[in-house]
């Protein structure tokens, strides 16, 4: 478990933003930042969001953990209270807070990623560095998967 005082170093210097409707935002617009489609973190009752551009460190904080199954992954993933990640283009890496259901076990995510843009598909790595890959379309929201839709006509 990280010292407070280590957390309070990791966050030094942030961007800070807080309530429901700012952070859904903010996060939203991370998300489109780093090349991900803005369904792949669907967290609820966001309290909390904060970036340090200087290291790439993020977090999120929604009110309680929340779990979503994805459909088009046939995936239940959990997330925690708070979500942290140090994130660059295309790589959310030494992710904390979120865990994918596997057979009969929660596996925490470290790391996802969007290896080659061109592929379409994102990347989630295991702390064993076991990883699974899904096409980028089994995240995308409504809205995303009707300009999908319209592009490819």
């Not at 046939?74 to 807070?97: C, D, L, P, Q, R």
Request: charged letters at 30%; hydrophobic letters at 35%; proline letters at 5%.
């Amino acid at each position: 478990m990280a010292s407070k005082q280590s957390m309070e170093d990791q966050r030094a210097g942030a961007e800070i933003v807080y309530g429901a409707e700012e952070c859904s935002r903010h996060s939203l617009e991370l998300l489109e930042e780093l090349g991900f489609p803005k369904g792949v973190m669907p967290l609820k009752d966001l309290v909390e969001c904060g970036r340090v551009r200087e290291t790439g460190f993020v977090w999120m904080k929604q009110r309680a953990p929340y779990e979503h199954f994805f459909e088009g992954t046939n995936t239940k993933v959990s997330y925690a209270t708070e979500v942290t990640a140090y994130i660059e283009k295309f790589k959310m890496k030494k992710m904390t807070g979120v865990k994918s259901k596997q057979l009969m076990l929660w596996v925490p995510i470290v790391e996802m990623s969007i290896e080659d843009p061109a592929s379409k598909k994102i990347y989630f790595k295991t702390p064993v560095g076991i990883g699974k890959s899904y096409p980028v379309t089994a995240f995308l929201t409504e809205e995303e998967k009707q300009e999908y839709l319209e592009k490819a006509k």
